[in-house]
């Protein structure tokens, strides 16, 4: 009962509404531009400076999508772009992608060993219940600042994620954008001691 009582001093989410917005803000159908680039064929012979190698265009997709700039930057208005990421209940990844479906996938993503992803918790808010979340780091949108604050608007009331738990969603952010691949790897624990083994034979000699 006191364990109960203590989360519940730490809720996930709170209601929010207007256009202040922060860091971890639930907007729904935010509409985001897709870049669709197409090289340009261009023979050596006719080539000339300035010609351009590519031409641009896009597409418009609908995403349901959590802010991920930060707050202090939003509050002082120090970005002209706001950064978000997509989001989609449990239910719609798994219908999407049914290999998410296991625990395994679950526990995975749960314990943030799937870097790409991150998993927030389900609301029990009256007003705005939501499932289990999953963000998609790996898809990342920027909207104009002063937009951004008319689509928070005409959301009406929104979910704002919750200190610790926004912070939370910081860092595994920044860990899935900062990772270092190491030529040589870390051994395994039996390589581990295998050495350990090696080196006190090698010593006893």
Known sequence: MIQEEYWKKYPWYEIV???????????????????????????EETA???????????????????????????????VDYVLVCPRWSYTEVVKDNPKFGTKDAFERIK??????????DQGDLPDLPAEVQIVDFNKVFSIPYEIMKQIALSNGKRLRLRSPYKERLAQAFAYFHMRVALPNDLPSHAEAKASMQVSTTSTAL
């Open 17 to 43: 509404e207007g256009d202040g917005i922060e860091q971890g803000d639930f907007i729904d159908d935010c509409k985001v531009i897709i870049p669709r680039y197409t090289l340009t064929d261009l023979a």
């Open 48 to 78: 000339s400076p300035g010609t351009s190698s590519h031409q641009v265009d896009g597409d418009v997709d609908t995403y349901n999508v959590i802010i991920i700039s930060q707050s202090c930057d939003l509050d002082k208005m120090k």
């Open 111 to 120: 314990k943030g060993i799937e870097y790409r992803y991150c998993m927030l």
